[in-house]
Structures are given as C-alpha cells and as structure tokens.
Nanobody, 115 residues
Framework: QVQLVGSGGGLVQAGGSARLSCAAS???????MGWYRQAPGNQRELVAT???????NYADSVKGRFTISRDNAKNTVYLQMNSLKPEDTAVYYC??????????WGRGTRVTVSS
C-alpha cells in the first residue's frame, strides 16, 4: 500500500521560511513528485513539480521563493519556502505519479503565514 507522510509547515511569520517534506513508502517506481496547495474557498492548485530526472516546474506565484527537491534514495520530496506571504497560507499536499501512471496524494499539511 502506497503511503505519503508529510511533515513541516505550521505557523510562520510573513517573510519567514518553512520546509515541507513528504516521504513515500510502498512504492519503488516513482516518476514525478510535486506539491499542490488549497487555500480556503479555492481550488487545489499546483505549486511545484519535479521529474525523476530533476526537471522542475513552478507556479508563477512562487517562482524565486520556493524550491522543490527530491531524494530518490529516500523516496522523499521537499519544498523549501522562503519569503513567505500571507497569500501562501493553505493546506499543502504532496503528490507522486508512479511510472505506471497512478497518482497518489498525501493527507496535507497546513501552512499559515501571519502578517
């Protein structure tokens, strides 16, 4: 059974930093990994993705502030968030896609940025 366990987040002051991590278990063939977020009243949106080869993609709203990375040996994806803004407040979900095309989601971790 595939499980994604996230950590990090919490309450952060505007301008501060936070780091999210998400470790996957029960799966060995991972293609892309990524982070999405959902703010209250909004749809879930892409934050950043990283391919198995390390190519990254970011939402325009986080470019230059967030950095996604992964450790393939640990099946873990990270999201370093700097210069946080109140509009970054959301529940952040990690996602992975297997090489067979299946998509899996973590439970979500809340990040609250206070002004």
């Amino acid at each position: 059974q595939v499980q994604l366990v996230g950590s990090g987040g919490g309450l952060v002051q505007a301008g501060g930093s936070a780091r999210l991590s998400c470790a996957a278990s029960g799966i060995s063939s991972i293609n892309a990994m990524g982070w999405y977020r959902q703010a209250p009243g909004n749809q879930r949106e892409l934050v950043a993705t990283i391919s198995s080869g390390g190519s990254t993609n970011y939402a325009d709203s986080v470019k230059g502030r967030f950095t996604i990375s992964r450790d393939n040996a640990k099946n873990t994806v990270y999201l370093q968030m700097n210069s946080l803004k109140p509009e970054d407040t959301a529940v952040y979900y990690c996602n992975l896609r297997s090489t067979l095309g299946f998509s899996y989601w973590g439970r979500g971790t809340r990040v609250t940025v206070s002004s």
